[in-house]
């Protein structure tokens, strides 16, 4: 069963898992901007940074594991409390969302959900609205209930086309809130955002409609494989293979397949 994997941050990994991930089954993956690990002091950083995963990573993707690569760009929240940094970055990011493997914003969001993460927020919502790419959207680490309240008021408020965000790192606090508004939901499947099984349990709850499994796979302890488990376990639990499918390919598919960029064949 092919899979996509919209949230792989493999500019942390070594080539030998895109070889593991592609065995496992994933043809295709989306590498997000995102914090890594360490705060960028200068703005210099993120164009090498952004450079680094539209170009490198696309071709190692590629060269290494014969895998589809793409990418979304962004100022990740936590860095955006660095207010002059942040103005020189997110003035810059509609430069890149024309390169060939961006296929939209992200991840942006909430970190400590203060006001210069919020400034951030609003502009690049903006800007993928005004340019009608798909947007990821990061929800915070702590009191995250109350953070997804506060994206989906902003969401709400800017009147930005919902089919065309997904709000990740759910779990069992904040799905009821996501599930308000006709944005994609999304389960980061990783130590401490939330794990296979209860994830499955929601879907079972929930259904899979707008229903979207990621990895998260970076610097930290994590699994780029965590994918194609969670369709094992799934299948194990006695899911029908199609359901399964809609969950792990046909959902994200459908997601980015609204960029003009990706260019992936189902």
């Known amino acids: 069963m092919r899979i996509i994997d919209p949230h792989m941050h493999m500019v942390s990994r070594a080539a030998d898992d895109y070889k593991r991930a592609r065995r496992a089954g994933i043809e295709c993956c989306i590498e997000p901007a995102f914090w890594s690990g360490q705060d960028k002091q200068h703005a210099g950083a993120f164009f ?3 450079e680094q995963i539209i170009e490198h990573e696309t071709d190692r993707a590629e060269r290494t594991a014969n895998m589809d690569h793409y990418v979304t760009i962004g100022l990740e929240p936590k860095e955006a409390n660095y207010r002059d940094m942040a103005e020189e970055v997110v ?7 024309d390169r060939d493997p961006v296929v939209g914003v992200g991840e942006i969001g909430f970190d400590q959900v203060t006001d210069d993460e919020e400034w951030a927020f609003r502009e690049q919502l ?6 009608e790419l798909p947007v990821i959207v990061h929800t915070p680490h702590t009191d995250k209930p109350a953070g997804t309240e506060r994206i989906v008021e902003i969401i709400e408020e800017m009147g930005v086309t919902q089919d065309r965000i997904i709000i990740d790192h759910n779990t069992e606090n904040t799905i009821d809130i996501s599930a308000q508004t006709d944005c994609w939901i999304g389960f ?6 939330i794990e296979a099984d209860a994830a499955i349990d929601l879907l079972e709850e929930y259904g899979t409609d707008n ?16 994918v194609p488990k969670a369709r094992d376990k799934m299948l194990d639990r006695g899911w029908d293979r199609e359901d399964v499918r809609k969950v792990v390919f046909e959902n994200p598919y459908e997601f980015f397949d609204q960029s003009p960029n990706f260019d992936y064949e189902a």
């Open 48 to 50: 090498d940074y952004f």
């Open 91 to 97: 003035e810059r990011v509609p430069e890149y969302l």
């Open 126 to 131: 903006e800007i993928a609205e005004d340019r």
């Open 188 to 193: 980061t499947l990783y130590p401490g955002k």
């Open 211 to 226: 229903m979207i499994f990621n990895s998260a796979a970076d610097w930290d302890p994590s699994d780029p494989l965590a």
